[in-house]
């Protein structure tokens, strides 16, 4: 069974910029979860979706961060314009229904400068 | 507002030797808790998990204990393996906040052999 993939592996962005990161998670997951680390601190919450709606938005830091997930499969997380802040790690998760353990993704660094 | 707790950045021992890993949370509403654990350059992966109706769950070297009324966890891993170094993330759930898990800032764990 394939994981849950995500790319780019790490970004490198001018701050003013746009980046998309993808998800792809387990076929069959229907909860979809983004997770943002900055700086070596908790791994924070940014949103849910199950299949292509979003559930829970209430940690996406600001109106810069788009998530979609058309068709309840994959899923992009677009940042524009970048900001220095948005630097870190982005994880994507997935789950199937109902169920409390999360399979994460690599991650996906991104470095504004 | 930090509501999971790992108070200790990084923790070092010996081959062999017991790891105990300590967490606190505050919100009494979590009613289940995992642990993770992360190599560099990776996503988090599950480890083991405890649901707050228990007090302890064990799985092979890994137990985790839980005690509701001080509102803490820990995870003890007998004997330590060299392989056992990694982050070690814990995690809490609770219904109320639509099962997303929030995470601790981790512990460094080194396993020196």
């Known amino acids: 069974e394939a994981g849950v993939t995500q790319f780019p592996s790490h970004s490198v962005i001018e701050k003013g910029q746009t980046v998309t990161l993808r998800c792809d998670p387990i076929?069959?997951?229907?909860?979809l979860y983004w997770y943002r680390r900055v700086m070596g601190k908790e791994i924070k919450f940014l949103l849910h979706?199950?299949?292509?709606?979003?559930?829970?938005e209430s940690g996406m830091p600001n109106n810069r961060f788009l998530a979609e997930r058309t068709g309840g499969t994959y899923s992009t997380l677009k940042v524009q314009p970048a900001e220095l802040e948005d630097s870190g790690v982005y994880f994507c998760?997935?789950?199937?229904?109902?169920?409390?353990?999360?399979?994460f993704g690599a991650g996906s660094r991104l470095t504004v400068l | 507002d930090q509501q999971v707790k790992q108070n200790s950045p990084s923790l070092s021992v010996q081959e062999g030797r017991i790891s105990i890993l300590n967490c606190d949370y505050t919100n009494s509403m979590f009613d289940y808790f995992l642990w993770y654990k992360k190599y560099p350059a990776e996503g988090p992966t599950f480890l083991i998990s405890i649901s707050s109706i228990k007090d302890k769950n064990e799985d092979g070297r890994f137990t985790v204990f839980l005690n509701k009324s001080a509102k803490h966890l820990s995870l003890h891993i007998v004997p330590s393996q060299p392989g056992d170094s990694a982050v070690y993330f814990c995690?809490?759930?609770?219904?109320?906040?639509?099962?997303?898990?929030?995470f601790g800032a981790g512990t460094i764990l080194r396993v020196k052999s």
């Open positions: 998760a997935s789950s199937s229904s109902g169920a409390n353990v999360l399979t």
């Open positions: 995690a809490a759930i609770s219904k109320e906040y639509g099962n997303k898990l929030v």
């Open positions: 979706f199950v299949k292509e709606s979003k559930q829970d």
């Open positions: 076929s069959g997951h229907d909860n």
